[in-house]
């Protein structure tokens, strides 16, 4: 992706009169500042690589981005070099952007071109607007049977899009940056199951804690894991990734970890959104919590 910059008239025509010697560069940095990391606002496409269980793929990424809300796909197919035999596919996504740290959080969607071999994957990482590229992991999920991660680094370049890049906002829909305990519930096809956790906002785009969830009665519950992701505090935003189970209690079962794509709204202090499973086809909208 070549990098255009502007020369001066000056300097092309190599004759403009009286120099100007005045010393712009504090000017140029504090415009950098002001723009922060913002991805373009608008429609972009990307190129590049992700890795997974030690293979490489090329995708081709499409990003609409509105004040750091996302929405897109990602096209996948395998490297002829070292082929999985996972072959090609496409699935949509949603995710957040923070544009002062640059965050990046993909939650899959569902698959808009199948494959049945594969599942559908997450993306955390950052963009660097000096290099035009977004960098970070693919993350997977993990189960019972298999607690562990096999997602690798993943790199998009941008192609096309010249949308002015996002800044921040007003950070009227910001989280509380201290420790906070919510509860509620959340459905994706089946039953409704009850659901609780914590989580700290760190002032810049990111966001830990925990959460665990029941069958029926959280007195009773099945599963814990830790939880980290990506918070924009302007649109509310929050895209929240799974780690490895911390504890499995329901050892008669085999769910697999979850990835969240959820809107904080602080009029009532709720996050309502979306959970987002391995195989796609959640219903839409079917999480519902509130912090205490």
């Known amino acids: 992706m070549k990098t255009l910059s502007l020369l001066s008239l000056c300097l092309v025509l190599g004759a403009c009169g009286d120099k100007d010697t005045t010393d712009d560069s ?32 090329f995708v081709d990424v499409t990003i609409a981005n509105s004040g750091g809300d996302l929405t897109g796909s990602i096209a996948f197919e395998d490297d002829p070099s070292n082929p999985s035999g996972l072959g090609t596919g496409t699935f949509g ?14 939650a899959p969607d569902d698959w808009i071109v199948p494959n049945n071999n594969s599942e559908l994957l997450g993306f955390y990482g950052s963009y660097d607007p000096s290099t035009d590229t977004i960098s970070g992991t693919m993350v997977d999920a993990a189960s019972r049977t298999d607690n562990t991660f096999r997602g690798g680094p993943g790199s998009f370049t941008r192609v096309s899009g010249d949308g002015a890049r996002t800044t921040a906002g007003d950070g009227a829909k910001a989280l509380s940056t201290d420790l906070r305990h919510w509860s509620g519930t959340f459905q994706c096809a089946s039953a409704v199951r009850p659901i609780e ?37 302007t649109t509310g935003g929050v895209t929240l990734f799974p780690t490895t189970y911390t ?13 969240y794509d959820l809107t904080y709204d602080p009029s009532d202090e709720s996050m309502v959104g979306d959970v987002r499973v391995t195989r796609g086809g959640c219903r839409a909208d079917q999480v519902m919590v509130s912090f205490d």
């Open 197 to 233: 956790g914590e989580l700290q906002y760190d002032g810049n785009g990111g966001v830990t804690g925990w959460l665990t969830f029941a069958e029926e009665d959280l007195a009773d519950p099945c599963c814990t894991h830790d939880i980290y992701g990506v918070h924009n505090p």
């Open 93 to 106: 996504f949603t995710g957040t952007h923070d544009p002062v740290s640059g965050l990046v959080g993909i």
């Open 26 to 57: 504090s000017a140029t940095d504090d415009t950098a500042a002001a723009e922060g990391n913002g991805l373009p606002e608008g429609s972009s496409t990307w190129e590049g690589n992700i890795e997974l269980a030690g293979f490489n793929f």
């Open 247 to 259: 504890d499995y209690f329901a050892t008669d079962t085999n769910y697999s970890t979850n990835w």
